[in-house]
């Protein structure tokens, strides 16, 4: 079945530091989101990327869909306190519709 | 009305107990789904609902039984659950399962302890 792999597990910064999370399916995705959970919270939809090379960006975030669309990777510069939370992408493919599949996610803390 | 609600908040109930877990929407939204979150995991895929019909279940025990008395609202019925069945359970919905342009909107889940 398909799965999408996250990297890292943790990621540890002080606060101003860069943050790159990075995502990779063993299938081609049709699409990706990106979602943010705080601690004690619920996931939020962050992005979809849809395009082969597609790149959005939401203020210090930029996101990223690989040209094989089988990667992606969320970039946060500069990071800030309000930013800690668990980031995952979550796929889909082709033949699953209405199923999302998650990575899973990466635990950011951030250091004042 | 941008959320979708979810109740109880919290439920601690024992493994001969019955109870229901409700989640409510008011956007229009014509997919909606259950998913379970073990902490610091990923939510997990339970239940999909299209149109009002249950479009997928994955493989779920049936001591869990969804059902979608209309449009608005999603039930997640438990019964005879066990300890590891302890988990939080989202909620969420999109406009349409093969339509994701706004992505899933999540509930606030319901944080369940079986004893």
């Known amino acids: 079945g398909q799965q999408v792999m996250q990297i890292p597990q943790y990621q540890h910064v002080q606060e101003g530091e860069d943050f790159t999370t990075y995502c990779n399916s063993s299938t081609t995705l049709s699409n990706i989101q990106w979602y943010k959970q705080r601690p004690g919270g619920h996931p939020v939809f962050l992005i979809q990327?849809?395009?082969?090379?597609e790149v959005k960006k939401q203020k210090r975030l930029t996101f990223q869909f690989g040209e094989a669309k089988k990667n992606s990777s969320l970039h946060i510069t500069a990071t800030q306190t309000t930013d800690v939370g668990t980031y995952f992408c979550?796929?889909?493919?082709?033949?699953?519709?209405?199923?999302?599949?998650f990575g899973q996610g990466t635990i950011l803390t951030v250091h004042p | 009305d941008t959320e979708v609600t979810q109740t109880p908040k919290h439920l601690v109930m024992g493994m001969t107990n019955k109870k229901s877990l409700k989640c409510e929407q008011h956007m229009g939204h014509r997919a909606m789904y259950w998913y379970k979150q073990k902490a610091k995991k990923p939510p997990e895929l339970m239940f999909v609902y299209s149109y009002e019909k249950l479009s997928i279940n994955e493989s779920v025990p049936s001591r869990f039984s969804p059902e979608c008395p209309n449009s608005s609202l999603l039930n997640l019925h438990l019964h005879a659950l066990q300890p590891e069945d302890s988990a939080l359970y989202l909620c969420?919905?999109?406009?349409?399962?093969?339509?994701?342009?706004?992505?899933?909107?999540f509930g606030s889940g319901t944080r369940l302890t079986v004893v």
């Open positions: 990327l849809v395009k082969s090379g």
């Open positions: 979550a796929g889909r493919s082709g033949t699953s519709y209405g199923k999302l599949t």
């Open positions: 969420a919905s999109s406009q349409d399962e093969d339509v994701f342009l706004y992505g899933y909107t």
